[in-house]
């Protein structure tokens, strides 16, 4: 196998791994999933990342979820920091907000050795997109139509504009971190951002209709990264307080803390009978979901976005005709027949880093011959 000789673009908005809440936890797989198959993998990122095992950590100035700096100039330093650097890659992988790296190295360097990855379903794509990487087949067709992936949610979001074409690498989770557990305990979860988008009135609405136990797992209000997720924070705690079978699981936040938190969502996961997430949002692929599969959990969703091409009804979970409250209460009295082995087995088979790290390489290779897409 050649080795390659690969920069990876975080975001300047979380480390990677990050601290507490965000996806730059793929990142951050994928830097270790190339690094174990032997390529040199150099990431660019916010101060806290981890160093790549076969490669430097190199600073970009970091916004932590607010405004200032833009993430615009935090990504165009780079650029201009480290110009020259980023010329002798064998591939650059853009997993950047703005996409400004690809941009710049097509527009005023007549590079094509790049992929860029949308970053969720509101995304900035380079100018002009090409070799634009997306998380799956529904996300690919929401760029293609220029969607944020908040349409018929009753919520509002943002998109770039469309793109003419993508490719698709699952995003993929550590299975060997989120370890099968067979004999989970007698309660539901709920786990994911304190937003409306991500349905959490909804799993509320179903265990108290249904009187089950239900964990809400997430950030404390007081700790909350962004003035949203502790405004939602305080709307759940208003919702469930003086519940008898609802309550909330608090994850520790920081850096001190991160082993501390990794540990307790594991094992929450592990232990859950099931992973409600009822999103109302499009979403273009959800690492939870992966994440619960992987402990054996099986998860039920909407029929919304990515959820049918991650789960298998009836074998991982059950994705119900969005927005039927009816079909939720049913996959809820149905979990009971999916077999955990058969969550992990599709988790495994499907959706590791060390999959994602694979299909990545495919696309890499094909950059480097002088395959462009997207134009």
Avoid at 2 to 27: D, H, K, M, Q, R
Wanted: charged share 25%; glycine share 8%; aromatic share 10%.
């Amino acid at each position: 196998m050649e080795t390659l000789n690969i920069a990876v673009i975080g975001t300047s908005t979380y480390p990677c791994p990050p601290l507490g809440y965000g996806g730059e936890i793929f990142i951050h797989d994928l830097v270790v999933a190339l690094s174990k198959i032997g390529h040199h993998v150099d990431l660019y990122a916010t101060p806290l990342s981890q160093k790549p095992p076969n490669g430097e950590l190199y600073y970009m100035r970091c916004s932590y979820g607010s405004h200032i700096p833009w993430f615009f100039d935090c990504e165009q330093e780079i650029y201009d920091r480290y110009h020259k650097q980023l010329l002798k890659y064998d591939v650059v992988s853009d997993q950047s907000h703005c996409k400004r790296i690809a941009e710049n190295l097509y527009n005023f360097d007549k590079r094509t050795n790049c992929v860029s990855t949308l970053i969720g379903s509101t995304f900035s794509h380079p100018i002009p997109p090409y070799n634009v990487v997306v998380w799956s087949e529904a996300h690919r067709q929401m760029g293609i139509k220029g969607m944020s992936g908040y349409e018929d949610s009753g919520l509002s979001g943002e998109s770039s504009g469309a793109i003419k074409d993508a490719k698709i690498v699952h995003g993929g989770v550590n299975t060997d971190w989120f370890t099968f557990e067979p004999n989970p305990e007698d309660y539901y979860l709920f786990f994911s951002r304190l937003h409306p988008s991500k349905g959490y009135d909804i799993a509320v609405q179903l265990a108290r209709e249904m009187d089950f136990p239900l964990v809400i797992m997430g950030d404390l209000p007081k700790d909350a990264p962004t003035p949203d997720h502790a405004f939602y924070g305080k709307q759940v705690f208003q919702m469930i307080e003086g519940s008898r079978n609802i309550s909330f699981a608090a994850l520790p936040r920081g850096d001190i803390h991160l082993k501390e938190r990794n540990e307790l969502k594991r094992r929450v996961l592990q232990k859950a009978k099931a992973l409600l997430h009822p999103v109302r949002y499009i979403p273009c692929w959800d690492l939870v979901v992966t994440e619960a599969m992987s402990c054996g959990t099986p998860v039920i969703t909407f029929d919304r976005g990515a959820m049918p091409e991650q789960i298998l009804n009836g074998v991982n979970g059950f994705a119900v005709q969005y927005p039927s409250i009816e079909h939720l209460r049913k996959a809820v009295e149905a979990v009971e027949t999916i077999d955990r082995e058969d969550c992990r087995r599709v988790a495994v088979e499907k959706f590791s880093r060390e999959k994602m790290a694979e299909r990545y390489v495919e696309l890499y290779q094909e950059v480097m011959d002088g395959e462009i897409w997207g134009l």
